[in-house]
């Protein structure tokens, strides 16, 4: 096919145009999936049930008192299913996924984490009010991806 001068123009600008467009998107979602507090590191979403602390998922006391939850998210549901947390104490939640891209994001708190294959992510929050709180994945991972959720139990 002949191509005219003023068709390979257009067509160069609409390469062009979606370079741009790819490009930021691709910016944008790096930042979403950075959680600046706390940082970040690897971890092989295959060996999670032998690498710490995915190992031993669930609620742990650390010596200086204050609390981790670890979880780990899939398709579709999340890994410790039951949490159950002090009120007024630190907790710094630390996520992971074994499968593909997950959220864990805790209703009425500003927590709201990618949960990443081969990424680990950390959030750190102190509930000052005890009840039932309800996280739900925010990115969407499939079929069950609207019954994705877990209930976190804040106790005085
Ligand atoms: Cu997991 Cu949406």
């Not at 600008?13 to 970040?40: E, K, M, N, Y």
């Not at 927590?111 to 990115?139: A, R, S, W």
Request: proline content about 5%; charged content about 15%.
């Amino acid at each position: 096919m002949h191509l005219h001068k003023f068709e390979k123009i257009w067509l160069a600008f609409g390469v062009f145009a979606l370079i741009i467009f790819l490009s930021v998107v691709g910016v944008s979602a790096f930042q979403q999936g950075h959680t600046p507090a706390g940082g970040q590191h690897t971890v092989d979403p295959d060996k999670l049930n032998e690498t710490a602390p995915f190992d031993d998922p669930g609620v742990h006391q650390r010596e200086d008192g204050s609390y981790e939850v670890v979880m780990i998210g899939r398709a579709f549901g999340y890994n410790p299913g039951e949490i159950k947390i002090p009120a007024n104490e630190e907790v710094t939640f630390t996520v992971t996924s074994e499968d593909v891209v997950h959220s864990f994001t805790i209703v009425d708190t500003n927590v709201n984490m990618m949960v990443v294959p081969g990424q680990v992510n950390h959030k750190t929050y102190t509930f000052d009010q005890p009840g039932t709180y309800l996280v739900i994945c925010n990115e969407y991972c499939g079929n069950g991806h609207h019954f994705m959720s877990t209930e976190i139990e804040v106790v005085e």
